[in-house]
C-alpha cells in the first residue's frame, strides 16, 4: 500500500504553465502515473512512467507540451505543464500501479490513488 499526495494544483491562463507533484508514501510499484478528470468527463490518462528506468509514456493530447518524471531518492513524482490550454483543465491525480503495465494509460490498471489537485486554466 503507498499513499499518494498531489500538490501544486492552480489557476493560470492559456499559454502558462504549471507544475505538479506528488509524494509517495510506501512502495510506488511498477508504475507511477497522471491522471486527470474534466467536469462531467471519465478519468482519463495524461503520463505515466516506469518507477525504475524512468521511461515514460503520455497521452497524444499531451505529447510535447507536458514531461513526467520522478526523483526515487525523494519518493516523489512531477508533471511540467507547459502551453496549457481551457482543456487541459481538470483534477489532476497520481496514482501507482504494482502491474508493470506503464505503457497502457488506462486508469484501472491503477490501484493507488491521490485526492487529486485542482488545474484551472482561463483567460
Known amino acids: 500500500q503507498v499513499l499518494l499526495m498531489e500538490s501544486g494544483g492552480g489557476s493560470v491562463e492559456p499559454g502558462e504553465s504549471l507544475n505538479l507533484s506528488c509524494k509517495a508514501s510506501g512502495d510506488s510499484g511498477y508504475c507511477l502515473g497522471w491522471f486527470r478528470q474534466a467536469p462531467g468527463k471519465g478519468r482519463e490518462g495524461v503520463a505515466t512512467i516506469w518507477t525504475h528506468s524512468g521511461s515514460p509514456y503520455y497521452a497524444d493530447s499531451v505529447k510535447g507540451r507536458f514531461t513526467v518524471s520522478r526523483d526515487n531518492a525523494k519518493q516523489t513524482l512531477y508533471l511540467r505543464m507547459s502551453s496549457l490550454t481551457p482543456d487541459d483543465t481538470a483534477t489532476y491525480y497520481c496514482?501507482?500501479?504494482?502491474?508493470?503495465?506503464?505503457?497502457?494509460?488506462?486508469?484501472?490498471?491503477?490501484?493507488?490513488w491521490g485526492q487529486g489537485t485542482q488545474v484551472m486554466v482561463a483567460a
Open positions: 496514482a501507482s500501479s504494482a502491474t508493470p503495465v506503464c505503457f497502457d494509460l488506462s486508469p484501472q490498471n491503477y490501484n493507488n
